[in-house]
């Protein structure tokens, strides 16, 4: 690439602006210009000096239009199906993040949370915050597609995002917090489709999450829970995993430990 490196990689990124594109690789920048890989490098590093891209990852850019250069990024939602395609990997956005989407907007998330197959190192983006985290079965769980100003964001949905929370519960922020996002979630989480999806979850958190919808007194979607519960469950499971038992009383229906004191936030 000679001395007119700034203007190429100007118009190429011009062009993928064009076509809808705001995500790209160095190894696609330097095929489409003909020119050597640290070449290239060093046009990239100049824009993003001047705030015009960004990395969130190795290799990968993002172009940043400018109503987001005070960000630094461009938003976590108009890159990350174009990065998890790129990378050829699985993903929803999931727990307070999906919980968001679905307006239950209480407690909003300091991070964008992504659910993945394997483990991924976190992102940061300018201001942009992603965290990632392993979910098992992921094929498994249902997801919506939500609009964005680039395309589609796949997301879980309102009921995948219930179980999610009580599964991710110190990923989250605690049982308060899930209960206040529950008290703004529940009325769209029907009863069938929290009972088709339970055998597909671990069983405690069918137990929690049905314990927490009875506490903010949404006994009525929780009945089916209860139904599962009691034909599946053997086990004495605690609330709060991460807290002692000791001295806890016990749910004889969700077959719990009783061993936090849930306050909501509201």
């Known amino acids: 690439m000679k001395s007119d490196s700034r203007i190429q990689i100007r118009d190429y990124i011009a062009g993928l602006m064009q076509a809808g594109r705001y995500l790209f690789s160095s190894v696609e920048a330097a095929t489409a210009l003909g020119a050597s890989a640290d070449a290239v490098k060093l046009a990239l590093n100049r824009l993003r000096r001047k705030g015009e891209i960004a990395s969130p990852g190795r290799g990968v850019y993002v172009i940043v239009p400018p109503e987001y250069r005070s960000l630094g990024c461009l938003p976590a939602d108009q890159f990350i199906p174009a990065l998890m395609a790129h990378a050829k990997a699985p993903y929803y ?12 907007a209480h407690h909003r998330p300091q991070e964008f949370q992504v659910m993945v197959e394997k483990a991924r190192r976190p992102i940061e983006c300018g201001l942009v915050r992603i965290a990632f985290h392993v979910r098992k079965r992921l094929s498994e769980v249902p997801t919506q597609n939500i609009n964005t100003p680039r395309g589609f964001l796949a997301v879980s949905t309102p009921v995948a995002t219930a179980f999610d929370l009580v599964g991710y519960e110190t990923q989250v922020g605690g049982l308060d917090a899930i209960a206040t996002v529950l008290i703004d979630l529940a009325e769209r989480l029907e009863p069938q489709e929290l009972a088709a999806l339970a055998p597909s979850v671990p069983l405690p958190w069918v137990q929690r999450l049905g314990y927490l919808l009875e506490l903010i007194d949404e006994a009525p979607r929780a009945q089916h829970l209860k139904d599962f ?12 995993p991460s807290v002692s038992r000791d001295g806890a009383t016990r749910s004889r229906e969700w077959k719990l430990f009783i061993n936090a004191d849930i306050e909501t936030d509201t």
């Open 93 to 104: 956005a999931g727990l307070l993040t999906a919980a968001q989407y679905h307006g239950a």
């Open 229 to 240: 519960v009691s034909a599946r469950a053997r086990d004495v499971v605690s609330l709060q």
